[in-house]
Every structure is written in structure tokens, then in C-alpha cells.
């Protein structure tokens, strides 16, 4: 079945830096997502992307949909210290207009240190 | 943004016992519902996808017979984990997609931890 490679698996960094993250798929998803997990809590969305070379931002989070739909990155700028937590991206074979499971990547878990 | 419950929150019960776990979408109408499960440490695993009025889709290795998905309307679905065994222990999340809502996007519930003694 279709894998998420996503990298690192975790992160130790001090306050204020910026972290980067990516994922990549050894087949094409359509839609790129990334999500943030809290400890016993379920996935929270981040930012959605849906077009190839596409780049969005949330705040200090930018994420792009890889040209070759088969990767995406995500970007925390300026960390703080509630940016603690578990970070995973999922990929979806629609584009849109319909609904299909997410197959999501092994999670990066950050950590901060003040 | 939209929310979805999931009740219980936390489990515990004894092996050969059946557990029940409800998804609800307080504030959108779900057509699709999907059930994950996740051990600790690790990613969630998609195990079926649950269309009302119609029967789950589950995923290759998850057993139909074993995760009882019922997604009688279209703001509720449930998962019952019958004659539950400790191997079953683990955390499930159920998700949420309801068409017009923009894009592709699921919403989670809060996750279900279920402890099999």
C-alpha cells in the first residue's frame, strides 16, 4: 500500500528558531494536509493544500504541495513553546468534491526548549 | 470551524466484552465518516470508511466482523469493538466529511483510548 515518509521523527530545538519538516510518497496523492496531535487528543488541521507548486500559509506555518505530487514541506517560523506537540502530514488521492482516508505520514515530534 | 464528538473518551473493559464508540458531527451534516486507529507512538491507520444509509469499507487486515461500523444518519456513526481482547487496546479516531464545506477536509473528533483488561 501507498507510504508517507515523513522526517525527521523528531526535533529538539530552542525557542524563537525555525523548523522545517517534510513528507514523501512513493505514489501521487491530489491533496496534501498537515495536522498537529496533541497528546491524547485527536489531529487538529493545519493548513489544507490541494493544487501541485502550491504554497499557503497559516500565521508563522507555510506549507507547499511538491510540483511532482509526490512530497510536501512544512515550515514553523519563530517557534514558541506551544508549537510542542506531534506533527503529521496526510495525503489524499481527491482533489476535491468528494472524500477519501487519509493515509498520514509517521509524525514528527517537536520539541522546544526554552 | 466545524466539530465532531466522540464519546467515550476513555474506556477500560474486561476481554470478550463489547465496547461502543460514538462519532457525532455537532454542526455539519457528515456523508462520510471514517474510523482510524492508533497505537502509541505510532501514525494513524485508516481502518474503514463509513458512507450513510450504507455499508463501511473497510481496509485490507481490518476485520468487518470484529469493527461493527453503523452510520445510521448522517450526524452519527458508531464503531462497536466486539469480544474486545487486549491486542485492541488502542486510541480511535473517528473523522468527519460533510460535502460543501470546502476542499477535502476531514474533521477529527477528540479520539476514544480503549483499555482492554
Known amino acids: 500500500g501507498q507510504q508517507l515518509n515523513q522526517s525527521p521523527q523528531s526535533m529538539f530545538i530552542q525557542e524563537g528558531e525555525d523548523v522545517s519538516m517534510n513528507c514523501t510518497s512513493s505514489?501521487?496523492?491530489?491533496?496534501w494536509l498537515w495536522y498537529k496531535q496533541d497528546p491524547g487528543e485527536g489531529p487538529v488541521l493545519l493548513i489544507a493544500l490541494y493544487k501541485a507548486g502550491e504554497l499557503t500559509s497559516n500565521g508563522r506555518l507555510t506549507a507547499q504541495f511538491g510540483i511532482t505530487r509526490k512530497d510536501s514541506f512544512l515550515n514553523i517560523s519563530a517557534s514558541i513553546p506551544s508549537d510542542v506537540g506531534i506533527y503529521f502530514c496526510a495525503g489524499q488521492l481527491g482533489s476535491g468534491g468528494g472524500a477519501d482516508g487519509l493515509t498520514f505520514g509517521k509524525g514528527t515530534h517537536l520539541i522546544i526548549q526554552p | 470551524g466545524a466539530v465532531v464528538s466522540q464519546h467515550p473518551s476513555w474506556v477500560i473493559c474486561k476481554s470478550g466484552t463489547s465496547v461502543k464508540i460514538e462519532c457525532r458531527s455537532l454542526?455539519?451534516?457528515?456523508?462520510?465518516m471514517f474510523w482510524y486507529r492508533q497505537f502509541p507512538k505510532q501514525s494513524l491507520m485508516l481502518m474503514a470508511t463509513?458512507?450513510?444509509?450504507?455499508?463501511?469499507?473497510?481496509e485490507q487486515g481490518v476485520e468487518k466482523d470484529k469493527f461493527l461500523i453503523n452510520h445510521a444518519s448522517l450526524t452519527l456513526s458508531t464503531l462497536t469493538v466486539t469480544s474486545a481482547h487486549p491486542e485492541d487496546s488502542s486510541f480511535y479516531i473517528c473523522s468527519a466529511f460533510g460535502r460543501g464545506m470546502g476542499g477535502n477536509i476531514q474533521y477529527f473528533g477528540a479520539g476514544t483510548r480503549l483499555s482492554v483488561l
Open positions: 454542526d455539519f451534516q457528515a456523508t462520510t
Open positions: 505514489s501521487i496523492f491530489n491533496t
Open positions: 463509513s458512507n450513510e444509509g450504507s455499508k463501511a469499507t473497510y
